[in-house]
């Protein structure tokens, strides 16, 4: 009898222990860290869900890190310093060279992605052509960056390759003003820098969304934050499309929360800057997501996982790559599974 009584007692003991180890281990998940490069308007995970308390209804507890580029934010991924990232498409495929780093959301931000020319130049290819104006002309752009993806999908687009255009190789600001100045017939530029082309009465030639070049963000998780925790990854995830259902439902209220927000933090951003933005960037709800994470019937990839390998041949074609090719059907692909049981919550 007491034998029994103590190995009940032992076995009390037992269970409750590891269930306070799963309390304090769960406990302790909540409380993630997310890098986030910034601050932009289409990476508004804090700027909208934390004054909307999207996070404290969640159960979740987010850190938000802000990284001035991509690559910092890789380097912290790889230190095992961030559990999630929302980040650019280039720093993706270049950390995937050298460790696993998947995509489990992504949107297009092509439209940002923009040609400008002189309101003469712009009637000028009115007249005789694109394929013709264009040959010989001067291009500021920055080198292995998106932009000079985009100029390469578009010269195709016309007919002509990189090899019947002057390439000018610019830092980031100093193309808008070496095309201010008329140092470049044409210049690549991203919002906002391109608001002083605007404000100066300069033509919005082409975008990336226009030439069918797909420039991805997205939502990275490290891989053993992934496996460990995928429920709080859903979670994170349905909080992502909760902000994405807002903003297509209500773009005008989304956009008040934001600008509201970055008043705050000392920017200067109105709604009526960011209504005029965000339709320039392609979001998806869980729906879309879906579809856009699974590959048709007859591929072998899914469309933002060809996205992505575009983008790498790209940059690997420009000798700005380490490391060996990414499996992106396992970076971007595999990962459809935890969109897919977001979906099957949502619809209980």
């Avoid at 508004?44 to 690559?71: C, I, N, R, Y």
């Avoid at 979001?283 to 590959?295: P, V």
């Amino acid at each position: 009898m007491k034998n029994s009584f103590r190995l009940l007692l032992i076995s009390f003991m037992i269970v409750t222990f590891c269930l306070a180890v799963t309390i304090s281990t769960e406990a302790e998940s909540l409380n993630i860290r997310v890098g986030v490069v910034g601050p932009v308007p289409d990476f508004f995970h804090d700027q909208v869900a934390t004054p909307l308390e999207l996070w404290s209804d969640s159960g979740l507890q987010p850190k938000f890190f802000v990284f001035s580029s991509g690559m910092p934010m890789v380097e912290a991924f790889a230190a095992n310093e961030l559990d999630i990232g929302i980040i650019g498409g280039p720093p993706v495929v270049f950390a995937n060279a050298k460790f696993k780093l998947p995509v489990v959301a992504a949107w297009d931000a092509a439209g940002l992605i923009q040609l400008w020319v002189t309101p003469e130049d712009a009637k000028q290819i009115v007249e005789v052509g694109e394929t013709k104006w264009f040959k010989g002309k001067s291009i500021g752009y920055t080198q292995g960056t998106t932009g000079h993806l985009m100029i390469q999908g578009y010269l195709n687009n016309i007919g002509l390759t990189t090899k019947d255009v002057k390439l000018i190789n610019l830092e980031p600001g100093d193309r808008e003003q070496a095309f201010l100045r008329g140092d470049i017939d044409v210049v690549q530029s991203w919002f906002p820098a391109c608001k002083i082309l605007e404000e100066t009465g300069n033509v919005l030639l082409t975008t990336g969304r226009d030439e069918n070049v797909t420039i991805p963000s997205g939502i990275v998780i490290r891989e053993r934050f992934l496996e460990e925790n995928p429920e709080i990854v859903i979670r994170f995830l349905d909080v992502h499309f909760k902000l994405i259902d807002l903003m297509h439902n209500n773009l005008q209220s989304f956009a008040k929360t934001q600008s509201d927000w970055f008043n705050k933090h000392g920017i200067t951003m109105t709604a009526e800057e960011l209504v005029d933005f965000h339709p320039k960037v392609q979001y998806y709800d869980l729906d879309s997501q879906i579809k856009s994470f699974t590959s048709k019937q007859g591929q072998k990839i899914s469309y933002f996982g060809q996205a992505f390998q575009t983008m790498w041949k790209f940059f690997d074609s420009q000798g700005v790559t380490q490391g060996s090719a990414p499996d992106f059907h396992e970076v971007i692909d595999a990962q459809v599974e935890y969109l897919k049981r977001l979906k099957e919550f949502r619809d209980k």
